[in-house]
């Protein structure tokens, strides 16, 4: 539990800092650091090697909740949130934590099943693994392009997100102990995937989202 929450506070301080990075810098802080893929990851692999599930929950949860507040408390810290006001940023703090909670419970939840449940049931954990790392990036390339922007790095960025996330819940569904069943993992991940796309939408146009 105490590398989940170092994890967390390192991945809260890079966060920070792709906010004031600039350049080249300032774009791969903010893919490896900010972004739903990147949170995603390191909560699901935080819960990748751990036996017992409440455990395996716990992990993320820990990681995510560290990485929120200390983005957050380096933000009250350095005194940037007076750019925006105290009570915009404590509320988008409470915003993020609820959904640190509630999406690492839910990686941490279905990184157990997808290593110890039988097949079916793994397949279909997997699956909506690949929708909750991939969904933010899914949701980035639809926006762009249904509003016409083809802007090349935020199209990218999208791009790369929703291919990663699609290729770390695959890995680990395949390196997964016991029988596999591929057909009903591409079903629930074609299923979540559009489901979850739909979610981050709603997730980044509640205001608080955007600080």
Do not use: K
């Not at 893929?37 to 935080?46: D, E, I, N, S, T």
């Not at 909670?101 to 079916?120: I, K, Y």
């Not at 802007?151 to 929703?162: D, F, K, N, T």
């Amino acid at each position: 539990m105490l590398l989940a929450v170092v994890l967390g506070v390192a991945l809260g301080v890079a966060s920070f800092s792709a906010d004031l990075a600039g350049g080249a810098t300032g774009v791969i802080l903010q893919f490896v650091a900010s972004t739903g893929f990147a949170w995603g990851c390191l909560a699901f692999a935080a819960a990748a090697p751990v036996r017992s599930r409440p455990r395996a929950v716990a992990a993320p949860v820990a990681l995510l909740c560290s990485a929120t507040w200390c983005y957050y408390g380096l933000n009250l810290a350095t005194g940037r949130w007076r750019a925006y006001g105290l009570e915009p940023v404590l509320t988008a703090a409470a915003y993020w934590t609820v959904l640190s909670v509630a999406g690492g419970a839910a990686l941490g939840a279905l990184a157990h099943v997808v290593r110890t449940a039988r097949a079916p049931w793994a397949a279909a954990a997997a699956g909506l693994v690949c929708g909750l790392l991939s969904g933010a990036g899914i949701d980035i390339v639809l926006t762009l392009l249904a509003v016409g922007d083809h802007g090349r790095q935020r199209l990218l960025e999208g791009l790369l997100q929703a291919v990663l996330g699609a290729a770390v819940a695959t890995w680990a569904f395949g390196r997964r102990p016991g029988p596999r069943s591929w057909p009903r993992y591409a079903a629930a991940a074609a299923v979540a995937c559009t489901v979850a796309a739909a979610a981050w939408g709603a997730v980044e146009s509640v205001p608080v989202a955007g600080f």
